[in-house]
């Protein structure tokens, strides 16, 4: 892929996502100890194979922890026909942002691993 993948701040990420509008493409470790509400997971090796549970959004946003696995996982997605952007600072910046962050296990404190 030529040029720039698109991004944005997580600050600049609306308040209200569409369902399914952001992919966390980080490890299943990774996700347990914390994510974004309403995120949609698929690890990131598991994504070319898993295409067909990514939802059809106008806008999809794609997470990691810091933003270097979703910058690949966009450009991916972009030439395979997607519109998506890379969330820059990913779960570290959303979390440090004041984005919620959500726990599977109701126990536990979230937090980005």
Do not use: F
């Not at 720039?4 to 209200?16: N, T, W, Y």
């Not at 569409?18 to 949609?40: F, I, K, Q, Y």
């Not at 549970?53 to 910058?71: F, H, W």
């Not at 991916?76 to 519109?83: E, F, I, K, P």
């Amino acid at each position: 892929m030529h040029g720039q993948v698109p991004a944005v701040q997580p600050e600049e990420i609306p308040a209200e996502l569409s369902e399914g509008a952001l992919l966390d493409v980080r490890e299943n470790d990774e996700w347990l100890a914390g994510h974004a509400p309403g995120a949609v997971h698929i690890p990131m090796n598991e994504v070319p194979e898993r295409l067909d549970e990514i939802p059809e959004v106008d806008q999809l946003y794609v997470i990691c922890r810091s933003g270097g696995r979703s910058s690949k996982v966009t450009a991916y997605l972009n030439a395979a026909g997607w519109d998506a952007v890379n969330v820059e600072r990913g779960m570290n910046g959303w979390s440090a942002a004041g984005r919620p962050v959500v726990a599977d296990d109701p126990d536990a404190d979230p937090y980005v691993l």
